[in-house]
């Protein structure tokens, strides 16, 4: 088990264009979530996946973001038309099925967009 | 829905003094807490977790926190710090169906030698 894993790392572009980050989270972890954390807050949710289904979106997440769970392993964070709003770490956790006694979300380390 | 308030954006202390960071929630639902921890450019580690039973609950790198219900607050505390304590701590809250976590502004812990 190698814990979440995030990719990039950072990502610098231009404004307009678009970026995707990938998240592999914990194997056999069936919630997924993504944050946003922009710099001296604390993390905000934008969107979580059960297996693959996509069960609740924060009014944070414009239409500009998309996020996909295709096969209820791995998930992409798409933004469309980047603006200089959108610098920020996206974090990605993931945590085991509901009902389980060990209730935790595990983070990845976060990919840190910067829109210039 | 739920918030969190922590209420000390730093707290500057010297080495092996103790601490305490203070968090306080709000919630129309019965929750979970949880302090995370977050070192420059990293992601969030957690420290420790109240989902029920009794109310002191000890965490890792020997922090301990205390839920009070009738307080609404999540203290978190260490009664002997460590430079290497020096990180962005960050009180969370969630719900028990989604569980998607709600955090604090986060407080910022300076270790002074």
């Known amino acids: 088990d190698t814990g979440v894993s995030q990719d990039p790392r950072h990502k610098i572009t231009k404004r307009g264009q678009n970026v995707t980050f990938r998240c592999d989270p914990i194997?056999?972890?069936?919630?997924l979530y993504w944050y946003r954390q922009t710099l001296g807050q604390g993390p905000e949710f934008l969107t979580y996946f059960q297996n693959e289904a996509q069960l609740e979106k924060s009014r944070l997440l414009s239409d500009r973001f998309s996020a996909e769970r295709p096969k209820g392993s791995f998930s992409t964070l798409e933004i469309q038309r980047t603006e200089q709003g959108d610098s920020a770490m996206y974090l990605c956790a993931s945590s085991p099925r509901l009902g389980q006694s060990n209730t935790e979300a595990f983070f990845g380390q976060g990919t840190r967009l910067t829109v210039v | 829905a739920q918030s969190v308030t922590q209420l000390d954006s730093q707290v500057p202390v010297f080495e092996e003094a103790p601490v305490e960071l203070r968090c306080n929630y709000s919630?129309?639902?019965?929750?979970?807490l949880f302090w995370y921890v977050q070192y420059p450019n990293q992601g969030l580690q957690l420290l420790l977790k109240?989902?029920?039973?009794?109310?002191l609950v000890k965490g890792i790198n020997g922090f301990e926190a205390e839920f009070n219900k009738s307080q609404t607050s999540f203290h978190l505390r260490k009664p002997s710090v460590h430079i290497s304590d020096t990180a962005e701590y960050f009180c969370a809250v969630s719900d028990r169906g989604a569980q998607k976590l709600v955090f604090g502004q986060g407080t910022r812990l300076t270790i002074n030698p």
């Open positions: 919630s129309s639902v019965s929750v979970y």
């Open positions: 194997s056999e972890h069936n919630r």
């Open positions: 109240y989902l029920s039973g009794s109310t």
